[in-house]
């Protein structure tokens, strides 16, 4: 059989199934390699700061890019505009948000300053701010986050008791407010003296396998392995109907 199969034609025909083989392997692999990045999560680049006037626009909810994106915005911070957050965590550990009014030439962005363990601290902090002279126009950078939804006090909380970063609810809060207002908040990554910077945890998809891809690509191997079966199973009828021939001739 090994005469046969070194014949011309069969090594010809054995390149063309080889080619045919190394075609169906790329394609198996490709499509393992998709289903690899498939379960890996995705990384939209979030962590490249982007000015917010090219990411979003006030009046409008944030798109996937935008959510979790890290940004600068330019603007100063109104006074008298502060709120307090209650129950907010900060790697882990129960305290309190100060977020303010940032106002910029777009709108207005509500930006999440610092963070403390006590109410008191925050307190201070926002008694330190309104009575300092009225800042100047600075560039604030952070991670953009939608706004949250706002939720009912319930137990021992006040009707005026904010837990959650809703926008919604900030701006009936902010006195003389009016114009346009940005449909998701900043999370600083500087915080003012006597705060602790809020934790900025970057977006992550999570990634599942994609067992589609991974039946097409053993499917591509089988193909494979199919090719090199035909151009044997070929060589072998060859070789018999050699013998069967050679044969008839020695029965004459």
Do not use: C
């Not at 305290?95 to 709108?107: A, K, N, P, S």
């Amino acid at each position: 059989m090994l005469r046969t199969a070194l014949k011309v034609r069969w090594l010809a025909f054995l390149l063309l199934v080889m080619g045919a083989a190394a075609a169906f392997a790329w394609l198996g692999q490709w499509q393992l390699e998709r289903a690899i990045i498939a379960s890996q999560p995705i990384d939209a680049e979030s962590e490249t700061i982007i000015p917010l006037v090219e990411l979003q626009v006030p009046g409008i909810a944030p798109s996937e890019v935008a959510s979790g994106h890290m940004t600068e915005v330019t603007g100063v911070l109104v006074h008298d505009s502060y709120t307090v957050l209650t129950g907010r965590l900060n790697y882990g550990e129960a305290g309190y948000w100060l977020v303010g009014r940032f106002l910029t030439e777009e709108g207005s962005l509500p930006i999440a300053l610092g963070w403390a363990a006590d109410e008191a601290t925050v307190l201070t902090v926002e008694d330190e701010l309104n009575a300092a002279a009225e800042a100047e126009p600075a560039v604030v950078t952070g991670r953009f986050m939608p706004t949250e939804a706002p939720v009912v006090p319930e137990g021992d909380q006040g009707p005026f008791v904010e837990s959650t970063l809703s926008v919604a609810s900030l701006v009936n809060l902010w006195p003389d407010f009016s114009g346009p207002v940005y449909e998701g908040y900043l999370v600083a990554d500087v915080a003012p003296a006597g705060l602790d910077v809020i934790e900025s945890i970057p977006p992550m998809n999570e990634g599942s396998v994609n067992w589609l891809n991974i039946f097409y690509a053993v499917e591509w191997i089988v193909f494979a392995g199919f090719a090199f079966f035909i151009w044997w199973r070929l060589v072998k009828d060859a070789y018999e109907r050699e013998l069967e021939e050679k044969a008839q001739l020695e029965a004459k």
